[in-house]
């Protein structure tokens, strides 16, 4: 096992650490306004550790997704790692023993992927250090004393982590049967975003008044939400949609909107939604 640190704060880890996490974006990451947390010169002070990259916003390309309140939760970091997987890349999560039990795989088997064969998982349990079965490292200790009186958290890893992970073998990865909106609490057949039909794209372009108030920019943006929907899911699909406004979503509309799609779609909805030629 090796020990592995990490800090909201870049200076306050030991010098000779041997594995330092930290964070690319968020409060405390390169552009925090204290200038505290992991800017560059932070990252530098460690050239002899491996360096670990945590993202708490979804990041593309970090090693890990940091799964706990005030980061992503279940179902976002369950996106961002199908992201990675597709990129050939191979994520990390980070959660705790509860959440990786009751939520991060559940999360993860809603789109298609698996915890030890396409993610590797880093469990918070504070205890006795050591790695549980089925995970790559383990946050066994939290607000210790580190350099400067700041405080660091220890985690130890299995030896191998976070070494140059192979990619994941290229796979299909299987839509759900059924896509539940949590912040809705709707569940829709898979079929209605499997399919090309008018009542997909009604939802869509009430996503659009409600959020933009406009519709689509074109036929083809329209196309191209339908075959989103259908290949990446709609948690993923209207993430970053929903970033895209500060408007808030009249939830009662959209589910009314959703409901009336159910009921157009599900009798014949059945065709394979095809990508849109660009």
């Known amino acids: 096992m090796t020990l592995m640190y990490d800090s909201v704060t870049g200076a306050a880890i030991p010098l000779d650490a041997q594995i330092v996490a930290g964070y690319v974006d968020g409060p405390y990451g390169p552009n925090d306004r204290y200038h505290t947390g992991w800017s560059a010169d932070a990252w530098a002070r460690y050239p002899h550790a491996q360096h670990v990259t945590i993202t708490v916003e979804g990041t593309p390309g970090a090693r890990v997704a940091d799964c706990e309140a ?6 976002q970091a369950a996106s961002w790692a199908l992201g990675e997987v597709r990129a050939g890349r191979r994520p990390t999560i980070y959660a705790s023993e509860w959440d990786w039990a009751n939520e991060v795989d559940p999360s993860l088997a809603r789109v298609g992927l698996k915890r030890v064969r396409d993610v590797d998982g880093w469990q918070a349990h504070i ?10 490292a383990c946050q066994y200790a939290q607000d210790v004393p580190g350099v400067g009186g700041h405080n660091i958290d220890l985690s130890v890893t299995d030896g191998v982590w976070p070494g140059n992970a192979p990619a994941p073998a290229p796979r299909p990865v299987p839509l759900p ?9 709707v569940e829709v057949p898979m079929s209605v975003f499997k399919s090309d039909s008018d009542a997909t794209a009604y939802m869509v372009r009430r996503w659009y008044w409600d959020r933009l108030g406009r519709g689509p920019e ?3 943006a329209l196309d191209y939400w339908v075959w989103g929907c259908a290949v990446n899911g709609v948690d993923a699909t209207f993430a970053a949609f929903m970033a895209t406004s500060e408007a808030e979503v009249d939830a009662q509309r959209l589910e009314e909107a959703i409901d009336a799609g159910v009921k157009a779609n599900t009798a014949s909805a059945s ?3 095809q990508a849109p030629t660009p």
């Open 70 to 75: 005030g980061a992503m939760t279940p179902a």
């Open 127 to 136: 205890g006795p250090a050591k790695v549980p079965p089925g995970f790559v």
């Open 177 to 185: 049967e059924t896509v539940y909106l949590s912040d809705l609490a």
């Open 218 to 220: 074109s036929v083809q």
């Open 271 to 273: 065709t394979e939604a």
